[in-house]
Every structure is written in structure tokens, then in C-alpha cells.
């Protein structure tokens, strides 16, 4: 389980985050939802101990976040940022391979590619591993930055905005993937959306945040009803029932 106890983050006088107390399920794919703004990405690198947070504490699995050493964090908890700057002419197996690093610190063992080919083979990735990032499309890049959190094997995973930047084709191929991670790995995987609807297809849990502060958090079936969304992102919104699946209308 990932708690939060009155954890803060102040900008300035008017931008600021928290308190937030929260409690993140163990072993299900969460969604980070909310407005622009809101503090989403923000939460999710205190959490991962990207940004100091200023008050509070943070405990992902029993481990307190500020106590724990980098070693040994990095085998708790791995997290992908929106923003990535590894070496374009890396090849997508020497990517994935890098998310080994907090476990052979550069010598990779037997296991080690065992796991490797793991998530290269999950991620539909074996015609492209070979090949340069910046030979790849916005979706093939974006599943093998995935798969290299994943072959950290970290039972905590944190990915901002996972759909940044991809078609709706890709965006539910990677949902469907991470959804499995969950599932098939036992993987407590947190994600930042910014479609409220892939949120309530593919996240068994909910956390809606607006203006620094968490509104709603809880079961999807618990939050995802027309008041709770109409007053999170200030538009009129309509929650149906498709196919035993909800979806909001608010076009």
C-alpha cells in the first residue's frame, strides 16, 4: 500500500499542494485523475521521491520514503516520467536493460535477461529490439520506456502520463498492457490520465484531484457519477452505462 499523511508541497502563496492524505490499494492500477493543474504529476513525484515534498510523510510497502536509501527505493518503487532524455541511439534492448541497473549496476546476469526478454516479449517488442529509439514510432517508444520501468520489477510502479502523445489505437494497447501488469505481475501500478473515460475502463481505483487537493478517492464505481465529475472538472458531465462499462458524456 502507498499512504500519504498530510504531505505538502508549496510553490508560491497561490500554487499549492496538500495536505493530501491518501491511501493507494496494493496489487490494483489506480488512476490519477483531474484538471490541468490539479497537482497530479506533482503527487506522483513526491511519491517517487522525484520532487521534496515540504511536510507529511510518504510510505510505499512499509518504507518510508525519506528513511529509505536510493539503492534501496529503486527496488521498491520505479516511476516514468512524461519527459524522457535517454540517448536517442540507445537500442530498445539496451533501454529495457537499463532498468535492470538498480540490481546488477551494469552487469547483467543470466536472470537478468531472462526478465528482459520478459517485458521485451509482453510489450510485443521482439521485431523491434534491435532497433534505435529514434527509429521508432511515438508508440513503439513509448512501450519500450514502459517496459523498462516494468523490468525493474519493482512491486510499486508510478508512470505519468503513459499516453502522452499517442493515437487512441496505441493509448488502449498500453492500457490494456498495463491493466495485465496489474494483474499478471501483481504489480500496484499508479498512473496520471488526463481521459477520465480510460481511467473508468481500465483502474479498479480512483483518485481525483483539483486545485492541490484530492476531491474524491476511492472504488471507480464509487466516484465515477455525474455530481462528483461535473464539480472535479467544472463542465457538465453524464456518466452511462456501456456494455456493463461506464463512460462520461461531455461533449
Known sequence: MIHLHDVTKTYSTDNTIGPIDLEIPKGE????????GAGKSTMLSMIGRLIKKDGGEINIGGFNVDATSNTDLAKVVSILRQENHFVT????????AFGRFPHSKGRLTAEDETIINRYIEFFNLEPLQH???DELSGGQRQRAYVAMVLSQETEYVLLDEPLNNLDIAHSVQMMKHLERAAHEFNRTVVVVLHDINFAARY????CMLKNGAVEHAGPMESV???DILTDVFDTPIHVINVDGGLMACYH
Open 89 to 96: 541511439r540507445l537500442s530498445v534492448r539496451q533501454l529495457v
Open 29 to 36: 492500477l489506480t488512476a490519477l485523475v483531474g484538471p490541468n
Open 203 to 206: 483502474a479498479s481505483y480512483v
Open 224 to 226: 465515477m457519477v455525474d
Open 131 to 133: 532497433r534505435y529509439l
